[in-house]
């Protein structure tokens, strides 16, 4: 069974992140003239479901949404204009919370450019002042249509509020639900960037896309997120069912060289080299080490590693399932991580001996772990073995023009 979210008004929305789990290496009337979604009030009249019309130079208010209708989109626009005049204020609200707007053509319309929240009733107040120096209040009322949760799409966002990342972290945005209309989400899905960056969307599935700059963060970047689909249409009769803004940083930049010929680890940080570590990685032909950019995922201190969760058998000759697996830094989804491996220090700067994981000392792989962050990059180079698409984030072993065809606007 599917976990879904409740709304804020219902209950307080828990952030799912996305789990891991391989473990081991490898209504009403209008007045006469008004369209069928038109409510209209004018001066003189006793709000927007009654008078007898404007007198001249008075303002006449209007809204896209007809008097006490019924099962509105939660994707609906609302829209107030004014005519023979200027709106003063215009305000949307529900027990769910006010929906914001804004002023249009110097006061003469008003649009919505929050989404509705579903299930609610919302009230339209608007005020005007007429040519005639007359104020005319003009109130009306609607129903939006009430949805169920898997009616509802929820995004889930990474990197995380406040957190610093590595200069090959993607933006994240994990849907739970199929986003069929990509192109109507995208538009209402930003990332803004102090220093500005150019970049990109990119569409994994429906339910996944990432954006990242056209080359790695510049260190100290800060980026904004800004997911505001809430009541965007996601096609096949799902909406988006909540906003989400996060904000972080971009810190240092590690970049991590790894040679599989040579057997060893260059580590820079901000252009210099820190060290240079023996290192040791898949034994080839059975179980090679992927060449391509590689981008740290998640951090252990400790884990457990057992072949089975890669296919391999625990009671075969090539199975193993070994606790207390110190600084393991995952960097592909099918079981690659950089971690200590100190049964394997003699072949170590000499000899590929791994299944797939790059093994370190103890005390080499707790250094490299203490001054690494989620995002960091390690560019994989010495085998014939590429990286798969989707095998982690890959974002960075997909060309710039490739990456930006990616993109539902392109």
């Given at each position: 069974m599917r976990s879904r979210h409740l709304r804020p008004a219902a209950a307080a929305v828990s952030l799912l992140l996305t789990t891991l789990a391989l473990t081991a290496c490898d209504a009403g009337s209008a007045l006469p003239g008004a369209g069928p979604d038109d409510t209209t009030a004018a001066a003189g009249s006793a709000g927007a479901d009654g008078g007898s019309g404007a007198e001249a130079g008075a303002a006449v208010v209007s809204t896209n949404v007809r008097q006490n209708a019924s099962d509105v989109p939660v994707s609906k626009v609302v829209t107030v204009e004014v005519a023979d005049g200027t709106l003063d204020s215009v305000k949307v609200t529900s027990p769910a919370g006010a929906v914001q707007g804004?002023?249009?053509?110097?006061?003469?319309?008003?649009?919505?450019?929050?989404?509705?929240?579903?299930?609610?009733?919302?009230?339209?107040r608007s005020v005007a002042t007429g040519?005639?120096?007359?104020?005319?209040?003009?109130?009306?009322?609607?129903?939006?249509?009430?949805?169920?949760?898997?009616?509802?799409?929820?995004?889930?966002?990474?990197?995380?509020?406040?957190?610093?990342?590595?200069?090959?972290?993607?933006?994240?945005?994990?849907?739970?639900?199929?986003?069929?209309?990509?192109?109507s989400f995208e538009r209402h899905m930003s990332v803004q960037t102090t220093p500005k960056q150019a970049g990109s969307w990119y569409w994994l599935s429906d339910n996944i896309a990432h954006w990242r700059p056209k080359t790695y963060?510049?260190?100290?970047?800060?980026?904004?997120?800004?997911?505001?689909?809430?009541?965007?249409?996601?096609?096949?009769?799902?909406?988006?069912?909540?906003?989400r803004n996060v904000d972080f940083t971009v810190g240092d930049a590690n970049i991590y060289k790894v040679d599989m010929v040579s057997h060893e680890m260059k580590v820079f940080s901000n252009g210099e080299l820190l060290r240079t570590l023996p290192i040791t990685t898949g034994e080839q032909p059975k179980f090679t080490t992927r060449t391509g950019v590689k981008v740290i995922m998640e951090m252990f201190d400790s884990k457990t590693m057992n072949s089975e969760t890669v296919g391999i058998p625990n009671d075969s000759a090539d199975g193993y399932n070994i606790d207390n697996v110190q600084w393991a830094m995952r960097v592909t989804n099918s079981g690659e991580f950089i971690h200590a491996a100190p049964w394997s220090v003699s072949s170590q700067g000499n000899a590929n001996v791994s299944h797939g994981c790059t093994?370190?000392?103890?005390?080499?792989?707790?250094?490299?772990?203490?001054?690494?962050?989620?995002?960091?990059?390690?560019?994989?180079?010495?085998?014939?073995?590429?990286?798969?698409?989707?095998?982690?984030?890959?974002?960075?072993?997909?060309?710039?023009?490739?990456?930006?065809?990616?993109?539902?606007l392109s």
């Open positions: 804004e002023m249009a053509d110097g006061g003469a319309a008003w649009s919505s450019t929050g989404g509705l929240e579903p299930g609610v009733t919302y009230t339209v040519e005639d120096g007359e104020s005319v209040r003009a109130s009306s009322r609607f129903s939006t249509q009430a949805l169920t949760l898997d009616q509802q799409v929820y995004p889930s966002v990474s990197p995380l509020q406040g957190e610093e990342v590595g200069v090959g972290m993607p933006v994240i945005v994990n849907f739970d639900l199929p986003v069929t209309d990509r192109a963060w510049k260190p100290g970047t800060q980026v904004s997120v800004d997911v505001d689909v809430n009541g965007v249409e996601a096609g096949n009769g799902l909406y988006g069912q909540e906003s093994g370190l000392s103890t005390e080499d792989a707790g250094w490299l772990y203490s001054m690494s962050k989620r995002g960091d990059v390690v560019e994989y180079t010495g085998s014939d073995r590429p990286m798969e698409p989707g095998n982690g984030w890959t974002d960075w072993n997909v060309s710039w023009p490739e990456y930006q065809t990616g993109s539902a």
